[in-house]
């Protein structure tokens, strides 16, 4: 049996034991109700026709409680199996530096939930250099683009004739000046890009790990 093989069988063995368990619940009465017309004399219990029903157990109490022990000793030994070849299977990959590694499964994980999550959200959140932008200034990592906006006001008159008359008077310009320090959207995907291979090669390197034959315990 290899590692992925007992991942497999332990959540096998997690629905075996939500079956029996459910099965317990109802293992330890048999019921039978009915309606009855009188509680007294020779015909006192005696079921009225149609309308008696009765539910019978498919397995005792021991018969449950028997099948539980055994998947509970079994999950055991495999839980402790597993927690034993987690700490031998190894496998390589080569991580975002492009050295190679050798890592245990539990390490593999740590990368693969946690610390990739981490690297992609921090990649996002780069700021991204402003396109389309009428830059007026620049430097080695930064650009100064200006946006001008013009600040107007209707007016409204009637001319001679008794016409309203709507006219706009420019009253000035709102200008805003920006100093954009992000980086070329390029640079931002080509990063993401480069994180999502990696996520690939941990989870190529996972499987390849639970290939690994499961540790016997003493």
Same mark, same amino acid.
Do not use: M
């Given at each position: 049996m290899t590692l992925g093989d007992a991942f497999n069988r332990r959540k096998k063995l997690s629905s075996d034991l939500q079956s029996w368990i459910n099965r317990l619940n109802v293992a330890g009465s048999e019921r039978r109700t009915y309606r009855t017309a009188t509680l007294e004399g020779d015909?006192?219990?005696? #079921?009225? #026709?149609?309308? &008696?029903?009765?539910?019978?157990?498919?397995?005792? =109490?021991?018969?449950?409680?028997?099948?539980?022990?055994?998947?509970l000793a079994e999950d055991e030994r495999l839980a402790l199996r597993i927690s034993r070849t987690n700490q031998q299977a190894r496998a390589e990959i080569e991580d975002l530096n492009g050295d190679v590694r050798l890592l245990t499964i539990p390490?593999?994980?740590?990368?693969?939930?946690?610390?990739? #999550? $981490?690297?992609?959200?921090?990649?996002?959140?780069? #700021?991204?250099?402003?396109?389309?932008?009428?830059? =007026?200034?620049?430097?080695?990592?930064? +650009?100064?683009?200006?946006? +001008?906006?013009?600040?107007?006001?209707?007016? &409204?008159?009637?001319?001679? $004739?008794?016409?309203? =008359? &709507?006219?706009?008077?420019?009253?000035g310009f709102d200008i805003v000046e920006v100093t954009d320090y992000g980086l070329p959207q390029r640079g931002q995907w080509d990063e993401i890009d480069r994180i999502g291979e990696f996520a690939q090669r941990v989870k190529q390197a996972i499987n390849r790990a639970n290939k690994t034959e499961l540790a016997e315990l003493d």
């Open positions: 015909a006192a219990y005696r #079921p009225e #026709p149609g309308t &008696e029903k009765a539910t019978t157990r498919s397995y005792t =109490v021991a018969e449950c409680r028997e099948r539980i022990d055994a998947i390490e593999l994980l740590v990368l693969k939930s946690d610390t990739i #999550p $981490k690297l992609e959200q921090a990649a996002r959140a780069v #700021p991204v250099r402003a396109d389309n932008v009428g830059v =007026v200034d620049s430097g080695g990592d930064w +650009v100064r683009y200006r946006t +001008v906006k013009r600040v107007e006001r209707k007016r &409204e008159s009637f001319s001679d $004739k008794g016409l309203k =008359v &709507e006219e706009t008077e420019l009253l």
